[in-house]
Structure formats: structure tokens, C-alpha cells
């Protein structure tokens, strides 16, 4: 059994920075497609951004395309998202999730295992 726990969310003033984690245990991490997605107040959820097995590839939601960045060490487990120039549209629930399938790039309506979430509070 995958579990990924998020850490790293807070309040933070517009144009701040903030880094999240997800750290992973119960399986080997190197072989996860991984991604964040977060969910504002009263939205669906959506994806963030996303990041291949080896971390060569990723991919961003436009409105956050320049402003984050996926990454991933392997050798920790760990997945992260750097967010800079915060805004306050940006202030939701954000969550990990894995794709544990074998596939190199994540399947946004088929990730396996999800995180609780840690919320992320943009204040104007």
C-alpha cells in the first residue's frame, strides 16, 4: 500500500513563495508518474502540474506555467512543488497523487493512491 503525506503548505502573502513535498512510502517511488493537483473553495479539482518517473518530463497548468516547479529526488522519495509569485488564486487544498500503473507519464483520471492534501493560503 502507496501512502504519500504532503507537507509544506502555509499562508503566505501575494508574491510570496512556498515549497510543498509529498514524500512516498510503500513502493518504489523511481516507478511512480507523479503529479500535484489542488481544489479551491467551492471548485473541482484540478491538475497542477506533472512530472515523469525519472523526472526528465514535465508539464504545467497555463495559469501557473513560470510561477511553479515539479521536481523529484528519487533517491528520498520525495516530490515537490517550488511556488513563487504567489497569487491569491492560487489558494486551494493541494494534494499529491501517484500513478503506480507503470506508466511513464501519469493518467490525471487514473492515479492510484492520493495524499490528504495541505492547504495553501494566498493572502492579498
Known amino acids: 500500500q502507496v501512502q504519500l503525506v504532503e507537507s509544506g503548505g502555509g499562508l503566505v502573502q501575494a508574491g510570496g513563495s512556498l515549497t510543498l513535498s509529498c514524500t512516498a512510502s510503500?513502493?518504489?517511488?523511481?516507478?511512480?508518474?507523479m503529479a500535484w493537483f489542488r481544489q479551491a473553495p467551492g471548485k473541482e479539482r484540478v491538475n497542477v502540474a506533472a512530472?515523469?518517473?525519472?523526472?526528465?518530463?514535465?508539464s504545467y497548468e497555463d495559469s501557473v506555467k513560470g510561477r511553479f516547479a515539479i521536481s523529484r529526488d528519487n533517491t528520498k522519495n520525495t516530490l515537490y512543488l517550488q511556488m513563487n509569485s504567489l497569487r491569491p488564486e492560487d489558494t486551494a487544498a493541494y494534494y499529491c497523487?501517484?500513478?503506480?500503473?507503470?506508466?511513464?507519464?501519469?493518467?490525471?483520471?487514473?492515479?492510484?493512491?492520493w495524499g490528504k492534501g495541505t492547504l495553501v493560503t494566498v493572502s492579498s
Open positions: 512530472i515523469s518517473r525519472s523526472g526528465r518530463s514535465t
Open positions: 497523487a501517484a500513478d503506480t500503473t507503470g506508466r511513464n507519464w501519469p493518467h490525471y483520471d487514473g492515479m492510484n493512491y
Open positions: 510503500g513502493g518504489t517511488f523511481g516507478s511512480f508518474a
